[in-house]
Each structure stands twice: as structure tokens, then as C-alpha cells.
């Protein structure tokens, strides 16, 4: 955000500042007072459901019914994300945590849940970059969104649609790679997008690639909540793969 001078400015750089020092509960607070003063703030709205997803992440595995836990947060983070995109549908970040928060339902979700998900998380996606093709972290979620549909439908896709009782959209691994690579040469220093990248290329076997950048995730910075926990699972896969 541009900070004018004006309280809501200073406001929605203050969270961006909470943010990157991960301390989202402070984040929050900001982002609620720019709402007391403009109640249709889609910047705002849209780092709320930010928040939101962060909180979600960041709930251990340890927690009692975790998952649970988790997935109360994701549909906060829905619901703001929606109200961004009412406030402002031409805006990329509305459409983008409306993809970003369901793809987060999905991964504490039934696999059923999942497919239900896909084709909204495909069309919120697809807006996001065609209001912004430069929103690598759109790339990045609509690259996980091939390899997950690509996996979902693997074994046979008329099998798997008898099995969960619905048609499956077709996900791509030639698209997942694609769209992740996108992802990285927008945001060269973003974990996860290496990460995710990585994966696809083990599910297609290509083990040097996948090797090279689990290692190159060692060098980079830790810029986000979750930044921690997905370097050591750079290095779990990393273990897994050695003798490939």
C-alpha cells in the first residue's frame, strides 16, 4: 500500500510491517480499524483473509482436532475474500484469497470436498491473473491446482469419478510445472513455490530437477509463517529421493 498520511495509510502499512515480523494478531487489529473507518476497504478485506490463512497455517498438527481448528480459519479467510471481491471486483487480491482460502479448505478437506472446490478455485484463479499477470502467488496456487487435480484423476478418471460421485476437472503435471516455474521467476525467493515445484517435478520423476531445487530452498530466506516448516519438508523429501 501507499501511505498518503491518512489514518487508514498508516494503518494498512503498520499490518504489512506486523505481517512480515509474523505476528499476525497485531496484523489484524490494524486491518480492523481501517474497516471502522471504510467498511468497503478491499485491501484491507483481502489482508484479513491473509491473516486469516496465516492463522490456520500455523495451528500444529498436535492440536487437538487440528484439523478442525484449522479449517474454522480458512473460511474466515473465505468470507473476507469474498467481501473484497464484492468491494472491488476488478481488484487481483480479492480473487486471488478467494482461490487461496478455498484451496486451504481443500487440504483439511475429503477428497469429495476437494473436487466440489476445484472449479471455483480454477475460475477465481484464472481472474486473479487476468487482472494481474504478474501475481506470481496466483501462478503458484494455480500450479498446485493442476498437480492436485492431475493426482486426483490419475488411476483413471471414470474410475474416480464412480468413486467420488462426481466429474473431476483435468489437472496437468505439463501445467502444474508450467505454472509453478511462472510462479518462481516472479518470485524468485518464495519457498513454497520451489517447494510445490519440486513435488511436481518427483511426481513426474524428473529427480534432478526436483533435487536441485529442494537443495536451492536451503539458501533462502525465511520471509513468511510457514517458511520454517516447509524447509524441513524440502529436506524430508530431499531424504526420501536420495537414492533416485
Known amino acids: 500500500c501507499v501511505n498518503d498520511g491518512s489514518p487508514i495509510s498508516r494503518s494498512l502499512q503498520r499490518a504489512d510491517e506486523l505481517h512480515a515480523a509474523f505476528k499476525p494478531k497485531e496484523a489484524l487489529a490494524e486491518l480492523l480499524r481501517v474497516l471502522e473507518l471504510d467498511s468497503q476497504n478491499a485491501e484491507a478485506m483481502s489482508k484479513i483473509a491473509r491473516v486469516y490463512i496465516d492463522l490456520g497455517d500455523t495451528i500444529p498438527e498436535s492440536t487437538p482436532d487440528w484439523e478442525a481448528e484449522r479449517l474454522k480459519q480458512f473460511q474466515v479467510a473465505e468470507q473476507y475474500a469474498r467481501k473484497a471481491v464484492k468491494a472491488d471486483p476488478n481488484g487481483t487480491w480479492g480473487h486471488f484469497y478467494v482461490a487461496a482460502s478455498l484451496g486451504s479448505v481443500a487440504t483439511v478437506s475429503p477428497v469429495a ?16 491473473i487476468t487482472l494481474d499477470p504478474q501475481n506470481g502467488f496466483a501462478y503458484h496456487v494455480y500450479g498446485v491446482w493442476h498437480r492436485k487435480m492431475a493426482e486426483i484423476g490419475k488411476a483413471s ?41 519440486a513435488q511436481s517435478y518427483v511426481a513426474v520423476e524428473n529427480w534432478w530437477l526436483a533435487r536441485n531445487l529442494l537443495t536451492s530452498i536451503r539458501e ?4 513468511f509463517s ?13 531424504a526420501e529421493i536420495k537414492e533416485h
Not at 470436498?113 to 486473479?128: S, Y
Not at 533462502?220 to 520471509?223: D, G, H, K, N, Y
Open 113 to 128: 470436498k476437494q473436487i466440489d472446490l476445484a472449479g471455483e478455485i480454477r475460475g477465481a484463479v484464472e481472474k486473479a
Open 157 to 197: 478418471r471414470m474410475f474416480a469419478s464412480v468413486l467420488y460421485g462426481r466429474s473431476i476437472p483435468k489437472g496437468s503435471m505439463e501445467r502444474s510445472i508450467e505454472y509453478l516455474n511462472k510462479a518462481i521467476v516472479l518470485n524468485p525467493t518464495v519457498i513454497a513455490s520451489r517447494l510445490e515445484l
Open 220 to 223: 533462502l530466506p525465511i520471509q
Open 226 to 238: 510457514d517458511d520454517a516448516k516447509l524447509k524441513r519438508k524440502a529436506e524430508q523429501i530431499l
